[in-house]
Structure formats: structure tokens, C-alpha cells
């Protein structure tokens, strides 16, 4: 019976604790559950994106070449659809929420006037093999991937904000997400099939340099990534169905389980910008999960 006690009064004491300190339970971290029904969008689902007004959009909703709108309870519909022939891989909003989209297809970058819905072309590139993904910073430069699946080979790209592109990094192997740090002084870019992850130092101009490996994968593939306030870089593991979560160090913090397998990006969003929305090509669907650390967003 002392030992009860003793038991119960540890247990009150914790209790009280949590209550003056405002101690939350964590049990609902990083557990992955349905947010919309299951093939709405096409099998190339991805790049998820929220304007500034805290609006979703994701690429390819029922068919290829269009952008579908997302509602807070999972519900989706049509936003636009793109000129024939051309198909998105992400959706990239600026400070002023103009949107942003590679046309891998096109070889271009889109931009589409969000209060006339005209879709226009921002940058066409012709070396250019598909672009896939974009990162911006505060100047309005924007950093695309751009691989070539079927050579097995990638590049990076700066687009300027006039327009501009400038090849900064060629004889890559298949970039795929690209990421910067919250403080803009770091660019990530994966290589999907290689399973490396890179690293370069970015300066004022936009200009990166000092490439070094930042981490390497044995299996499975990699795809969109993203950044949470501290630096935290959060990156799918396509064909695994998990987030990995690394620091800015490189080192491995948590692995985190989704219900469907190929995963191709994620975006921080919610009322504290906590929550992670993942887009899954094989559910042709999302989940959502709720994580520790909000995201870098500007737009949150």
C-alpha cells in the first residue's frame, strides 16, 4: 500500500506540473492520416503550395496539366487549367503571391496571374531538360531542378527576376528537390536516383559555390523537400512511404511513416504552420501529419 501511495502522489505531482507549466501531450506527432479521398488527382501529384491567404493548390488535379484548389477539410476543385501541352511539377508563390510553376513539358517556367487566372510564360529555356522543382529567396531568384530521367543526369538552374536563367551547376545526376535554408545561406538539392542529398553555400547574388555531400541514402528514392523554422530539412522517400527528418548538421533526427509509398512533396501549412501536408502519387491522394516545429514559409 506505501508503495501505491507513493506511486499515486509521483503521479499527481507530475500532473500538477504539467498544468502550471502548460505541458502538452505528443502522442498525435508525426502520426500520417488521411486528408483527402484517394485519386482525385492524376498519378503525378505534387508540388503543394499555400498562397497568403492560406489557400492549397497542388498540380494535376483528376488529369495532367491542371492546378486543383484544396479546401481546409480535403475537399478539392479546379483552379485553372494550363495552355495544351504543358504540365506542372510544383507550385512556387513569391512575397507578392504571384504563382510559380515548372513546366517540365515546356521546358519553362510559368507564372499565372492569380486574380485573371492567365497563365503566362515567366522563362522559357530551351537547354533545359524538365524542370521539376523550384525554391525562391527574398530577392526573387528562383533555383529549379532539372533532370533528365531517361539519361539519368541533372542540372540547376537561377532564374533572375527578370526573367533571366542562369545555368550554376550542370553533369549532376537526376536532381529532384531543392530546397534553401531559412536564412537563404544554404541551398539543398537531391538527386533522386543517386539517393544523395548536396549542399552548397549560397551568397547575396544568388551565386552558390563550396559543393559538398550533405547525405547519402542506400535505398529507395528521393524527392520534394522543405525546411522548418530552425533549419531542419524534411525530405520524401519515394517508393518508402517516410519523412526523414535531418538537421542542419546532417544528422538524423526522425523517420516518419505514411500510409501510402511514393511521397513526392510536402509544404508546412495549418493555423501555427505545424501541420505537414504530403502529396502521395500511388494514393493519387494526401495525408497530413502534425510535426513539432513549424515550417520556413514566407507565405505562413
Known amino acids: 500500500m506505501k508503495f501505491r501511495n507513493t506511486r499515486f502522489l509521483s503521479f499527481s505531482l507530475v500532473l500538477i506540473i504539467c498544468l502550471l507549466t502548460g505541458c502538452k501531450r505528443t502522442e498525435h506527432l508525426f502520426v500520417s492520416q488521411d486528408f483527402t479521398a484517394e485519386n482525385l488527382f492524376s498519378v503525378n501529384i505534387e508540388g503543394p503550395a499555400f498562397d497568403k491567404n492560406g489557400q492549397l493548390y497542388v498540380v494535376n488535379f483528376e488529369r495532367d496539366g491542371t492546378i486543383g484548389k484544396v479546401s481546409s477539410d480535403g475537399t478539392c476543385s479546379l483552379f485553372i487549367e494550363l495552355p495544351e501541352g504543358s504540365i506542372a511539377n510544383c507550385i512556387l508563390f513569391n512575397r507578392e503571391d504571384n504563382m510559380y510553376l515548372p513546366d517540365f513539358t515546356g521546358h519553362n517556367i510559368l507564372h499565372v496571374d492569380m486574380k485573371t487566372q492567365q497563365v503566362s510564360v515567366f522563362c522559357h529555356e530551351a537547354r533545359m531538360y524538365s524542370p521539376n522543382d523550384l525554391c ?32 550554376v551547376e550542370e553533369n549532376m545526376g537526376t536532381t529532384n528537390g531543392i530546397e534553401l535554408s531559412p536564412d537563404e545561406k544554404t541551398l539543398y538539392v537531391n538527386e533522386s536516383i543517386q539517393r544523395k542529398v548536396w549542399k552548397y553555400d549560397v551568397d547575396e547574388n544568388g551565386n552558390i559555390s563550396g559543393k559538398k555531400l550533405f547525405y547519402s541514402f542506400d535505398d529507395f528514392g528521393l524527392d520534394g523537400m522543405k525546411c522548418d523554422k530552425n533549419g531542419n530539412l524534411y525530405i520524401t522517400r519515394w517508393g518508402k512511404g517516410t519523412i526523414v527528418v535531418l538537421s542542419p548538421a546532417g544528422n538524423f533526427i526522425r523517420e516518419i511513416n505514411l500510409k501510402g509509398k511514393k511521397c513526392s512533396n510536402l509544404v508546412f501549412g495549418g493555423k501555427k504552420g505545424k501541420t505537414i501536408f504530403v502529396t502521395l502519387q500511388d494514393r493519387k491522394g494526401m495525408e497530413r501529419f502534425e510535426n513539432d516545429i513549424a515550417g520556413k514559409n514566407i507565405n505562413l
Open 136 to 167: 525562391m529567396n527574398k530577392q526573387g531568384q528562383i533555383f529549379a531542378s532539372d533532370p533528365d530521367w531517361e539519361k539519368e543526369i541533372g542540372q540547376l538552374w537561377r532564374v533572375d527576376p527578370n526573367g533571366k536563367a542562369v545555368l
